[in-house]
């Protein structure tokens, strides 16, 4: 489905519902977020919780979390123990969109939305956890490719990416 008009903009408590069916639409059973850590997401930290509304609707999302860390595997920030609005790095955790809606550049756009929110509030680093056939994706948008990381999440193997914000 073409979007004619998409909204990036941040995430609202009333787009709980629309966000987890993206979630389930993106991730399997085993690494998707329950409702209860979405709602925690939203409810924390909606200025780093990116949503792409089409005619009133979510289609996609990307959200996240700040930290001092430069070690993103740990489980626990995904539910934001340890999430510190301060922290010098930030963590996007889930980047996903409809199916009909894939393949418009709407996922590059809530990235987009992401860094630059990071840069404003002067961040160092963006971090994320992809698998393998995503590693070139997020190259194109600046990432770089920080190898295997120690994370099994959902049992499965996962590439860390790393965007430096600072020279
Ligand atoms: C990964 C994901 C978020 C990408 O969403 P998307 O909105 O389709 O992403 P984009 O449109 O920005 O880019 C996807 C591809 O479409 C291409 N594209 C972008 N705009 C396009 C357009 N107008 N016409 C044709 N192709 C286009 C991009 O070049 C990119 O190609 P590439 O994969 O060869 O680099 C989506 O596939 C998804 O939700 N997957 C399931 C969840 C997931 O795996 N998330 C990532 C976790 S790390």
Redesign the pocket.
């Known amino acids: 489905m073409q979007a004619s008009e998409v909204l990036i903009r941040n995430v609202r408590p009333q787009d709980l519902d629309d966000c987890c069916a993206v979630e389930s639409?993106?991730?399997s059973p085993e690494e998707m977020a329950s409702r209860e850590t979405i709602q925690l997401r939203i409810e924390t930290f909606p200025q780093g919780f990116f949503v792409a509304e089409v005619d009133g609707r979510v289609i996609?999302m990307a959200n996240g979390a700040c930290t001092n860390k430069d070690d993103i595997s740990d489980e626990e920030l995904k539910q934001l123990i340890g999430h510190d609005p301060d922290g010098k790095n930030m963590v996007i955790f889930?980047?996903?969109?409809l199916p009909e809606?894939?393949?418009?550049?709407?996922?590059?756009?809530l990235i987009q939305q992401f860094v630059e929110g990071a840069k404003r509030n002067k961040k160092e680093k963006v971090f994320?956890?992809?698998?393998p056939h995503?590693i070139?994706?997020y190259e194109?948008m600046g990432f770089l490719h920080m190898g295997l990381s120690r994370s099994t999440h959902g049992g499965a193997q996962w590439h860390e990416m790393c965007l430096p914000l600072k020279d």
């Open positions: 639409y993106g991730f996609g889930a980047l996903a969109v809606f894939q393949k418009q550049g709407i996922a590059k756009r994320l956890m992809c698998k995503l070139a994706y194109g």
